[in-house]
């Protein structure tokens, strides 16, 4: 059974920095693309950044293009989250996720395993 778990959160003034990590363990990490979304009260969640399962390739909303870096070691079986620039707008609990296949999917659906979320807030 794949278990992930986000670690990072907190709470940053606008304009200031954050980095998630997403540690896995049981199960297969390094052929996998990897995924991070947020969902905030009374949202859908929210897809904010995906990673191919070599790391090659990324994508990204365009809320998150040129403020968010996404990265993954497959060595230590974990994926990070960059976040720079934070707008009030982020707040929101942050999941990481495991996607069904090797590309990077930019939908709920395309992932399997879900991590239990670590709270980003971001006062103004």
């Known amino acids: 059974q ?3 778990v986000e670690s990072g959160g907190g709470l940053v003034q606008a304009g200031g920095s954050l980095r998630l ?3 896995a363990s049981g199960g297969t990490f390094s052929t996998y693309a990897m995924g991070w979304f947020r969902q905030s ?3 859908e969640r929210e897809f904010v950044a995906a990673i191919t399962w070599s790391g090659g390739s990324t994508e990204f909303p365009d ?4 403020r968010f870096a996404i990265a993954r070691d497959n060595v230590k079986n974990t994926m990070y989250l960059q976040m720079n620039n934070l707008k009030p707008e982020d707040t929101a609990v942050y999941y990481c996720a495991r996607a069904r296949a090797t590309e990077a999917l930019i939908t709920s659906a395309g ?3 879900w991590g239990q979320g670590t709270q980003v807030t971001v006062s103004s």
């Open 2 to 4: 794949v278990q992930l």
């Open 111 to 113: 992932y399997d395993y």
């Open 63 to 66: 809320s998150a293009k040129g």
């Open 41 to 43: 009260p009374g949202k």
């Open 21 to 23: 990590s997403c540690a």
